[in-house]
């Protein structure tokens, strides 16, 4: 059963920072890793998409990279802005099997 | 491409009536898609995984009558909570998979969020 772990929990920082959101997960036997980021009482919103063929994914301020052989991936956030404040969530996916972390909750103080 | 849309993105209805959440993908066909639901402060839990033509598979502790799943199409997807409860007050999330070459990926919807009185 695949398990996943974001740390930390929660992460409150001032404006302009950089920052790293980790995730990692114990079955290496995935086809893709997502993240998600979700504002409090929203649907999902997708951000980056890595298949377990690649290293890394790119996107404006966010870079995303995946270890699938030691199940990491690491979400890093340039330039940190109070609109990045949410939850976000990494999800390792599998056939047929997407599964949750519990996610990190990231405020960015102006 | 790979967009998964629902609808509707809120509802709110009377302890007691039944409300259906669609999920389609929009330019894709997905013959499997899942349903998942997040309760407050939780992560997203599987409740069903659907194939077009057949019957849904449910998780363990997920109520088959309760949360009735019909695939009629490569495309669409629907979630009908029957009897609805406060306690089945939550957000309600489908995605949809695609196969590309020999892996697939989920792409998800923006998610429904039921309110029962």
């Known amino acids: 059963k695949q398990e996943v772990t974001q740390i930390p929990a929660a992460l409150s920082v001032p404006e302009g920072e950089n920052l790293v959101l980790n995730c990692s997960f114990t079955?290496?036997?995935?086809?893709?890793l997502q993240w998600f980021r979700q504002d409090p009482g929203k649907g999902l919103t997708s951000l980056l998409l890595?298949?377990?063929?690649?290293r890394e994914q790119t996107s404006g301020r966010l870079n995303a990279s995946l270890d699938k052989s030691s199940g990491r991936s690491t979400l890093y956030i340039a330039a940190s802005q109070p609109g990045d404040s949410a939850t976000y969530l990494c999800?390792?996916?599998?056939?047929?099997?997407?599964?949750f972390g519990t996610g990190t909750k990231l405020q960015v103080i102006p | 491409g790979a967009v998964v849309s629902q609808h509707p993105s809120w509802v709110i209805c009377k302890s007691g009536t039944s409300v259906k959440i669609e999920c389609r993908s929009l330019?894709?066909?997905?013959?499997?898609m899942f349903w998942y639901r997040q309760f407050p402060k939780q992560s997203l839990m599987l409740m069903a995984t659907?194939?077009?033509?057949?019957?849904?598979?449910?998780e363990q502790g997920v109520e088959k009558d309760k949360f009735l799943i019909n695939h009629a199409s490569l495309t669409l997807s629907t979630l009908t909570v029957t009897s609805a409860h406060p306690e089945d007050s939550s957000f309600y999330i489908c995605?949809?998979?695609?196969?590309?070459?020999?892996?697939?990926?989920?792409?998800f919807g923006p998610g429904t969020r039921l309110t029962v009185l």
């Open positions: 330019d894709f066909q997905a013959t499997t």
């Open positions: 659907s194939n077009e033509g057949s019957k849904a598979t449910y």
């Open positions: 995605s949809a998979s695609r196969w590309a070459g020999r892996t697939d990926t989920q792409y």
């Open positions: 890595i298949q377990s063929s690649q």
């Open positions: 999800a390792p996916g599998g056939y047929q099997k997407v599964t």
């Open positions: 079955d290496s036997a995935i086809y893709n």
